[in-house]
């Protein structure tokens, strides 16, 4: 099945820093998303790009899908992006394989 | 419009009891998928439903899970005889008839612990 490695597996910032995460595919696939998971568990989805680029306020995401890999940007961080953001894939509509995530800390 | 509504929100079972999980999907939806978030790791597929009808079971444990989701009522993930392994997040998901590719939406999951 698909691989998925996310980078960094941690990242400290403080607040209004910018920031990259990572994401690569082992293989192409249809269906890419970027989920963000609060300190209460709950998981957001962020972006639905299977390829060019999104923006969402001071969110934005990048797929290179012919590279397989994917981008997401936060910009001017809060201490309410804190949490954990998964990126996930798949060739199907709903069979997604997650990545094991980037613990974000934002600190005031 | 509600979100996909999942409940009991937490859920404490010992060993050998039965868990029972239910989801009821956005307005609209006939599509439900379950995932399993095991501690300090990312989502699994574990199960795609669509009303009555199983479409792809291929990330369920071979024994004590199954799922339903009726012509009635919300999709049940059940769990029998339950072991501590089973202790996750459970999350649902659901989307319209189309199947067409679309963000997934989680609900807030059910947090089961085995004691």
């Known amino acids: 099945g698909i691989q998925v490695e996310q980078s960094p597996p941690d990242l400290i910032l403080q607040e209004g820093a910018n920031s990259t995460l990572r994401c690569n595919f082992s293989?192409?696939?249809?269906?890419l998303q970027w989920f963000h998971q609060n300190p209460w568990g709950q998981l957001i989805n962020l972006f639905y790009?299977?390829?060019g680029t999104k923006q969402n306020g001071r969110l934005s995401a990048t797929t290179v899908a012919t590279e397989r890999y994917s981008l997401l940007y936060i910009s001017s961080s809060q201490t309410t992006d804190s949490g954990v953001y998964f990126c996930a894939g798949g060739g199907s509509n709903y069979k997604l394989t997650f990545g094991k995530g980037t613990l974000l800390t934002v600190n005031p | 419009n509600a979100g996909v509504m999942q409940n009991p929100r937490h859920l404490v079972r010992r060993r050998g009891q039965e868990a029972r999980l239910r989801c009821s999907p956005m307005k609209g939806h006939s599509h439900v998928y379950w995932y399993r978030q095991l501690p300090e790791e990312g989502l699994k597929f574990m199960v795609y439903?669509?009303?009555?009808?199983?479409?792809?079971e291929s990330g369920m444990p071979k024994e004590r899970f199954s799922a339903e989701f009726p012509k009635e009522g919300p999709s049940i993930l059940r769990i029998q005889q339950v072991v501590r392994g089973d202790s996750a997040a459970y999350f649902c998901?659901?989307?319209?008839?189309?199947?067409?590719?679309?963000?997934?939406?989680f609900g807030n999951g059910t947090r089961l612990t085995v004691t």
């Open positions: 439903l669509q009303k009555e009808n199983i479409i792809d």
């Open positions: 790009i299977p390829s």
């Open positions: 293989d192409s696939v249809n269906n």
């Open positions: 998901a659901s989307s319209p008839p189309a199947g067409t590719f679309s963000p997934l939406h």
